[in-house]
């Protein structure tokens, strides 16, 4: 303990006593009983307002030996906060008209006009 042996503690103390006296002693004695005496007084107060009154909340009613804590898995609330959000933005997207082939979006978000290809994927001839 903050690299004091037994027999070093031992004169530290020999020495402690020898310089307070019998006088001061019995002063950092009392000082140290009033400490300890205000220190469970402040736990005590502390444990006091930190009580919960379980039957205004509801909880007093609940069978905690059912309290299963597995189903409350981090990874699998975020898979699926995110499984959830996916299909909103399919159904969003399936549900606007919005192209269905990455070449339609890339044509209308370009603004460019694409030729129309025949069966073969050749341009079209025109007679003229």
Do not use: C, H
């Not at 503690?9 to 205000?38: D, N």
């Not at 069978?63 to 995110?82: G, T």
């Not at 959830?84 to 006009?113: F, L």
């Amino acid at each position: 303990m903050f690299g004091v042996n037994g027999a070093e503690l031992l004169v530290l103390l020999f020495v402690f006593l020898v310089v307070l006296g019998p006088k001061g002693l019995q002063q950092a004695l009392t000082g140290f009983k009033s400490l300890v005496a205000w220190g469970r007084s402040f736990s005590q107060k502390l444990r006091e307002e930190s009580r919960i009154d379980l039957s205004s909340t509801g909880l007093a009613d609940m069978n905690w030996e059912e309290f299963d804590l597995s189903q409350y898995d981090p990874r699998e609330i975020i898979r699926q906060a995110v499984r959830e959000e996916m299909d909103a933005w399919v159904a969003q997207a399936k549900g606007s008209g919005t192209p269905s082939s990455a070449r339609e979006a890339y044509s209308q978000s370009s603004g460019t006009i694409q030729p129309r290809l025949d069966d073969q994927g050749s341009p079209p001839t025109s007679a003229g």
